[in-house]
Each structure stands twice: as C-alpha cells, then as structure tokens.
C-alpha cells in the first residue's frame, strides 16, 4: 500500500489492484476529517457517537479526495456475518448519506458496474478488496472473528465466480490492515472456530496465555483454499492497534473508536 494524502485527507492505496486502469482501491486513515475527541479526525462510521453532520462532512471529504462521487457510493450495515450481496444502479447512493438507508445485514458487496463504489468500514477488522481484471469486476469483504470463523473471504471470490464468471486464479486481492497478532488476544472459543476454517493453524494461533489471533494470515489462507493465487494476495502487515495514531482500534481504544473505510470502484 502507499500512504497519500490530498488536501489535509491522508489515505492508503492499494496498488496491487490499482494497477489497472480506472481501478480505484483505498483505506482511509484518521486524518483529515472535522470528527473531534477520540474520534477525530477522519471518523467514517455513524455507529460510533459522532455527530451525523461531522460523518457526512468526513464521508464527503474522503470521496473528494479519492475522486468518487457521493451518489454512487454503496454502504452497508456490517453484522459480522458472511453475506455477500451482488449490487447494480439501484443501490447507488445507498447509507452514504443515512444510515437507515445502507443495505441491511451485509458484510460483503460486489458489482460490475463502473462508477459504482464499494464501501465498508473498519476499526480492526479486516478489509478483503478484490478485482477481476478480465471482467473487470469489483468485490470487498469485512472479516472480523466471526466472518473469518465463516470464510466470509471464500464466499466473496465464490461470489464473484458465480455472478461474473470470475477465475478465482486470476483475482487480485488486497488484504488492509488489521489488528495483528502482537495485539489481538482471544480466548479458547474463538480460537477453535478460526482453527476449524484454515488450513494452517500453527501459522495463525500464537499458542500463548491468552491466545494471539493473525486474522491476515488466517484470511490468506481461506483465500488461498478458494482459489486465488498465492502471488495475487497482498497483505498490508500492519496493525490498527499498534498505529493509532494512524488509523481507529475498537480494541487499542477501548470502544470509544471511529471508523476507517475500505472503497473500491472500477472507474
């Protein structure tokens, strides 16, 4: 990823998927934006107590600075499930602006449609972006424990194999950043279930007291299983926890986090 800021707005683009022409592929940081207290600045999320103007005022911002339209942009309302929804012209603009109107009970979205933006958001979970070159087509995931406990990143690339006719081989995916192993510790439960849904949990787990849960690692290798090619996956590495000051963590920050936005959009 490279760090890029427009105006006061600093954010992460992915060029892996970017590469391609018209690809658009970013994460937000938490710069930028007019959010105050432990949510300033940048704060995308409306779930978090922020006022709802200082979110649009910082929705708006980010769209400015990545060149999307507004109108366009698709949100959802994530419940940590692994539903993945193929979206067209009729969810434009949908939760951009209100979050009573954001697609109900999803947390993954794909579409063929140019200029029809992705958005997601993200305070330590993971961000799953992906982009067919051939089709082109776009999809993105959210994957906290649960949806990785689901291969929620399996059914985004099944998804886009049976909507678009999508070559799992052929995709390329970009996984953000996340809360890492250094800082994300979990119990017996939640340690088994990821374990059930890898192919590797040695690579995964630190076996520690608590455990130390890699959720990168973990979807990699659920990707990895579905499909997509091992050089096609690139892993961000960094950890929202450790970097505060850099982007929001739900669990470095005690609750009282903002959101960052993962986007992609064929242009």
Same mark, same amino acid.
């Not at 979970?125 to 982009?131: E, G």
């Given at each position: 990823m490279k760090r890029c800021q427009v105006g006061e707005v600093a954010f992460y683009t992915i060029d892996e998927l970017a590469a391609g022409p018209g690809v658009v592929a970013a994460v937000s940081t938490r710069h930028g934006g007019v959010s105050t207290g432990p949510l300033a600045s940048l704060n995308l999320g409306f779930n978090c107590g922020d006022e709802p103007a200082h979110v649009r005022a910082n929705r708006y911002r980010l769209c400015c600075a990545l060149g999307l339209e507004p109108h366009r942009i698709v949100c959802a309302r994530q419940v940590h499930g692994t539903v993945v929804r193929l979206v067209g012209e009729e969810s434009a603009g949908a939760g951009f602006g209100d979050p009573a109107a954001a697609l109900s009970a999803v947390d993954g979205l794909v579409t063929d449609q140019r200029g029809l933006a992705l958005w997601l958001v993200f305070a330590d979970c993971v *961000? %799953? &972006? +992906? /982009?067919? *070159?051939?089709r082109p087509a776009v999809g993105i995931a959210h994957a906290g424990w649960r949806g990785t406990a689901g291969r929620i990143a399996a059914a985004l690339v099944a998804t886009m194999a049976s909507t678009f006719g999508s070559r799992p081989e052929c995709l390329r995916v970009a996984i953000g950043p996340c809360i890492g192993p250094c800082c994300y510790a979990v119990g017996e439960e939640v340690a088994a279930v990821v374990s059930a849904a890898v192919s590797d949990p040695s690579r995964v787990l630190v076996a520690a007291t608590p455990y130390r849960l890699d959720l990168g690692e973990a979807n990699r290798q659920i990707l990895v299983a579905a499909g997509? +090619? *091992? @050089?096609? %996956? @690139? &892993? =961000?590495? !960094?950890?929202? +926890?450790?970097?505060?000051?850099? /982007?929001? =963590?739900?669990? +470095? !920050?005690g609750g009282c986090a903002g959101r960052m936005a993962a986007v992609v959009a064929i242009r």
């Amino acid at each position: 990823m490279k760090r890029c800021q427009v105006g006061e707005v600093a954010f992460y683009t992915i060029d892996e998927l970017a590469a391609g022409p018209g690809v658009v592929a970013a994460v937000s940081t938490r710069h930028g934006g007019v959010s105050t207290g432990p949510l300033a600045s940048l704060n995308l999320g409306f779930n978090c107590g922020d006022e709802p103007a200082h979110v649009r005022a910082n929705r708006y911002r980010l769209c400015c600075a990545l060149g999307l339209e507004p109108h366009r942009i698709v949100c959802a309302r994530q419940v940590h499930g692994t539903v993945v929804r193929l979206v067209g012209e009729e969810s434009a603009g949908a939760g951009f602006g209100d979050p009573a109107a954001a697609l109900s009970a999803v947390d993954g979205l794909v579409t063929d449609q140019r200029g029809l933006a992705l958005w997601l958001v993200f305070a330590d979970c993971v *961000p %799953i &972006l +992906a /982009f067919d *070159p051939d089709r082109p087509a776009v999809g993105i995931a959210h994957a906290g424990w649960r949806g990785t406990a689901g291969r929620i990143a399996a059914a985004l690339v099944a998804t886009m194999a049976s909507t678009f006719g999508s070559r799992p081989e052929c995709l390329r995916v970009a996984i953000g950043p996340c809360i890492g192993p250094c800082c994300y510790a979990v119990g017996e439960e939640v340690a088994a279930v990821v374990s059930a849904a890898v192919s590797d949990p040695s690579r995964v787990l630190v076996a520690a007291t608590p455990y130390r849960l890699d959720l990168g690692e973990a979807n990699r290798q659920i990707l990895v299983a579905a499909g997509v +090619a *091992p @050089a096609h %996956i @690139a &892993l =961000s590495g !960094q950890c929202t +926890a450790c970097r505060v000051d850099e /982007f929001y =963590s739900h669990r +470095a !920050q005690g609750g009282c986090a903002g959101r960052m936005a993962a986007v992609v959009a064929i242009r």
